[in-house]
């Protein structure tokens, strides 16, 4: 459904994308999982049409995006990190203009503002200005609108970022619906519980290059199962084990102590980039 091959982009003297090379199947929930100027926004923002590539070719769904912008456009949805939705209109009229930018019409727009307005539970706000709503009602809605042209690809940057736990839960639930929906999902998220949880295959990018892609429960196995963190003289260390026992082996051995846990993406993260996610 994406395929990327070695997207370059800069901004001014400052590289973004360096080189990346990807590939998202179709009904993937891929999640591009790293650290805060990573380039995840930057490869959203390209595939999305909101920003321009230096090199590279970039594919969905087989159209060049390059080549045929506005085809390819149609085949995504977009749920950018802050709201833009108009905070002066109803939740109605938002849904409508989308609408009538991707060319529905009356008819159409009705019917669909009916459909995904129920679709993430909010058809009793449907005359509501927005600038009424929640953080949570508001990002339910950008999911809505985002689906209003029926893309086979919707692009989540950031989706739940700024959200409360209950309501961030609730965010995914939706997410995975979408997916099962027969939507593919490019998500971006530093949380590594949101990758956790929901993706079935993600991406680790670090400084604008891939640098591993894998299902989570794959890339945490290639680790180990076991974390033993040990406080030392040059702070928290992490060391990975596949055996338990091993393990307690191992902190047994250690002066200062430790903790023994159990192997999460960001070790992987970690050990593949040398840097926190957060
Ligand atoms: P992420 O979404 O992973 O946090 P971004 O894609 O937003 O990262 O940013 C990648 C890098 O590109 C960062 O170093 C950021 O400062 C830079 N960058 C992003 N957008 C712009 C822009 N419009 N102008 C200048 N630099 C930018
Ligand atoms: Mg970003």
């Not at 360096?18 to 959203?44: D, H, M, R």
């Not at 769904?61 to 749920?79: F, M, N, S, T, Y």
């Not at 604008?208 to 945490?220: D, F, N, S």
């Amino acid at each position: 459904m994406i395929r990327l091959t070695n997207i370059h982009k800069s901004y001014g003297s400052r590289q973004a994308l360096a080189g990346l090379t990807l590939t998202v199947a179709p009904g993937e929930l891929f999640a591009f999982l790293g650290p805060n100027g990573a380039g995840k926004s930057t490869t959203i923002g390209l595939l999305t049409g909101l920003a321009s590539l230096d090199s590279g070719q970039a594919l969905i769904d087989g159209l060049d995006i390059q080549k045929e912008p506005l085809k390819a456009k149609r085949l995504c949805g977009l749920v950018t990190q802050y709201p833009n939705l108009d905070a002066e209109l109803t939740v109605g009229e938002n849904l409508d203009i989308h609408g009538r930018l991707f060319g529905l019409s009356k008819k159409e727009r009705q019917q669909r503002k009916e459909e995904f307005l129920s679709y993430v539970e909010m058809s009793d706000r449907e005359n509501c200005l927005v600038k009424t709503l929640s953080g949570g009602l508001k990002r339910r809605l950008m999911l809505a609108r985002a689906l209003t042209h029926k893309p086979k690809v919707l692009f989540l940057d950031e989706p739940t970022v700024g959200l409360d736990p209950a309501i961030r839960r609730r965010v995914w639930a939706l997410i995975k619906k979408i997916n099962q929906d027969q939507v593919t999902i490019f998500l971006t998220t530093h949380y590594i519980e949101e990758a956790e949880f929901l993706a079935s295959r993600v991406g680790f990018i670090n400084e604008g290059r891939l640098a591993r892609t894998g299902a989570p429960q794959a890339i945490m196995e290639s680790l180990g199962h076991w974390a033993v963190d040990v406080y030392g003289q040059a702070g928290l260390k992490s060391r990975y084990f596949q055996d338990r026992n091993q393990a307690t082996d191992y902190l047994r051995e250690q002066p200062l102590g430790g903790a023994i846990r159990r192997v999460n993406l960001e070790d992987a993260f970690l050990t593949l980039t040398g840097r926190k996610v957060d």
